[in-house]
């Protein structure tokens, strides 16, 4: 199982970046891809998922209004477009990932087995 990152940028307070996570070795199918941050100093935190399967998505309140996840399935790669961008969504962002087994899907860090290196993503005008 492979997850790489991509896209992280210096983006301005009120901006966009899309970032992608390039999955390999295992059936896309089959699994929950979630989307991570962790800020300086701080704990990493869930920021969306999907049940790849049947397109379910979740999104952390502080997502909910301003990031969207989408798949490309042809790509194997999941992205996570983020719009109107605030200095507190300064991090670097993970994807991870595990195989689907129950209702839902989590935005807890240790229900994931994979996770790619990250990208650093930094709003500053």
């Known amino acids: 199982v492979q997850l790489v990152e991509s896209g992280g940028d210096l983006a301005q307070p009120g901006g966009s970046l899309r970032l992608s996570c390039e999955a390999s070795?295992?059936?896309?199918?089959?699994?929950?891809i979630a989307w991570f941050r962790q800020a300086p100093g701080k704990e990493r935190e869930g920021v969306a998922c999907i049940i790849i399967a049947d397109d379910i998505k979740y999104y952390s309140s502080s997502a909910a209004e301003r990031f969207r996840l989408f798949v490309d399935r042809a790509k194997s790669t999941i992205y996570l477009q983020m719009n109107d961008l605030e200095v507190e969504d300064t991090a670097v962002y993970y994807c991870?990932?595990?195989?689907?087994?129950?209702?839902?899907?989590?935005?807890?860090?240790?229900?994931?087995?994979?996770w790619g290196p990250g990208t650093q993503a930094t709003v500053s005008s």
């Open positions: 070795g295992f059936t896309l199918e089959s699994n929950i």
């Open positions: 991870a990932t595990v195989r689907h087994s129950g209702p839902g899907c989590p935005l807890q860090n240790d229900q994931y087995d994979y």
